[in-house]
């Protein structure tokens, strides 16, 4: 069973925080890329950050910055910190991972990825 667990998300206001956290019940947890994923009406999914199978860590420029990812391998969970929300930061969270994909997030697709989370919504108003 391979399978990943969403918690967080929330309504804040524009200048608040959120933290994200995903649960994997993944056998070998360190040789999976991991990656957060978001969505907007109207919008394609896009990777806002990752942490490939090499350890390598990488932001989407409309990110970088503000938010911060972190895995924890004894919890076998991955973890978003968002800081000085944006309203445009508005769209469906969304947990990601990849058996030994390597690369940062400027190359990542939605397809590169096999196992999700049901997403978490984040609404910042402004």
């Known amino acids: 069973l391979i399978q990943l667990v969403e918690s967080g998300g929330g309504s804040v206001q524009a200048g608040g925080s959120l933290r994200l956290s995903c649960a994997a019940a993944?056998?070998?947890?360190?040789?999976?890329?991991m990656a957060w994923f978001r969505q907007s009406p109207g919008k394609e999914r896009e990777a806002i950050a990752a942490?490939?199978?090499?350890?390598?860590?990488s932001y989407a420029n409309s990110v970088k910055g503000r938010f911060t990812i972190s895995k924890d391998s004894a919890k076998k969970s991955l973890d978003l910190q968002m800081n000085n929300l944006k309203p445009e930061d508005t769209a469906i969270y969304y947990c990601?991972?990849?058996?030994?994909?390597?690369?940062?997030?400027?190359?990542?697709?939605?397809?590169?990825?096999?196992?999700w989370g049901q997403g978490t919504q984040v609404t910042v108003s402004s």
């Open positions: 993944v056998p070998t947890f360190n040789s999976y890329s």
């Open positions: 990601a991972a990849e058996v030994l994909l390597f690369g940062r997030v400027a190359t990542m697709t939605p397809s590169d990825f096999s196992y």
């Open positions: 942490i490939d199978s090499g350890g390598t860590t």
